[in-house]
């Protein structure tokens, strides 16, 4: 409650600069900042979301999805998926997707586990999370050629829910009223200002307050929907791989320097100087590894598939030791 709802806005600024001179202060508003925004409403209502998501895990998700859960948690593990600061933080990143496709009828309960993780598997695949190129300066037409999605309450359809969501229609009104921005024109919709100005992937709670997947980057998006067509075309045509597909799958190890055929080490210190328009809404070092990844895709073109991070989450389980 101590957070005003039109604040949660994806298109709203919350990191405002105060400049102070002799005589005046003067509060200079930049650019939206949508990655703090989700981070704050995260920890904001941190228990409020764990309640929500617990009780649909416990009440709607039947057996099968409970071990098709515990089979992703091992195939995330395996390729670096969970824990790292841009991927899936814990396990309810996984799940909240679970129970989006259940309440959308993309997933039944009477699915056997493997039915349910190749269906997981080919609508992470197929859905286009991404806008084209993926670039800061993409038009406002081409950001909002991609998919967002908003789970929907119990018994209602997902259009049925964006309809009745009152952060919704506060967002409506307070475009009509007193629109935000001069220099870009506000997005008619919540829906659509959540496309205009978040950059990775969009999958919001049902109150419209949240994007669950908003701490989640382009490069892991990218890596997850290779990881997944790649799962996918294992399981229906593993006759072509020369191990069985439960080992590739559940066993083998496949996270960073596994998965990549070439390590790159590159100083950060010499991208501190080039200016972001997101540099006021990241950290310091995922602004910074985020315009690497974006200018090396722009560089190497289709030389290359994936362009990923190494980080905490994503490196090896085991450390080598240093006496061995």
């Not at 515990?70 to 309810?92: A, C, N, P, Y």
């Not at 259009?159 to 969501?165: S, V, W």
Request: hydrophobic letters at 40%.
């Amino acid at each position: 409650d101590w957070i005003p709802p039109t604040r949660l806005f994806p298109n709203r600024h919350n990191l405002g600069t105060t400049t102070t001179t002799t005589t005046t202060t003067t509060t200079v508003l930049l650019g939206p900042t949508p990655i703090y925004n989700t981070d704050l409403v995260k920890r904001a209502v941190v228990m409020l979301l764990d309640r929500e998501m617990r009780h649909a895990l416990q009440e709607e998700l039947p057996t099968s999805c409970r071990d098709a859960l515990v089979l992703l948690k091992i195939w995330s593990l395996q390729r670096g998926f969970l824990g790292g600061h841009d991927s899936f933080t814990g396990m309810e990143d996984v799940a909240c997707l679970v129970v989006y496709l259940l309440r959308t009828k993309h997933v039944t309960s009477r699915m056997a586990p493997l039915e349910l993780l190749a269906a997981v598997w080919k609508f992470i695949s197929e859905t286009k999370w991404l806008s084209s190129g993926d670039d800061d300066d993409d038009d406002d037409n081409n950001k909002s050629n991609r998919v967002a999605l908003v789970i929907p309450r119990p018994d209602e359809t997902e259009i049925q829910t964006i309809a009745a969501c009152r952060q919704a229609q506060l967002y409506a009104t307070c475009t009509v009223q007193s629109p935000l921005s001069t220099t870009h024109e506000d997005a008619p919709t919540l829906l659509e200002c959540f496309q205009q100005w978040t950059p990775g992937p969009i999958l919001l709670n049902s109150n419209m307050t949240c994007n669950l997947w908003g701490n989640m980057s382009r490069s892991f998006c990218r890596h997850l929907q290779q990881a997944a067509s790649k799962s996918l075309d294992c399981l229906h045509h593993h006759s072509s791989h020369v191990i069985w597909p439960f080992s590739y799958l559940f066993l083998q190890e496949a996270r960073f320097y596994s998965a990549m055929h070439a390590v790159m080490r590159i100083p950060l210190n010499m991208f501190r100087a080039i200016p972001s328009s997101n540099d006021d809404d990241a950290t310091e070092f995922d602004g910074i590894s985020q315009k690497v990844v974006e200018l090396l895709y722009e560089a190497l073109g289709n030389r290359v598939t994936l362009i990923r991070i190494l980080t905490t989450g994503n490196g090896p389980l085991e450390m080598p030791n240093p006496s061995g």
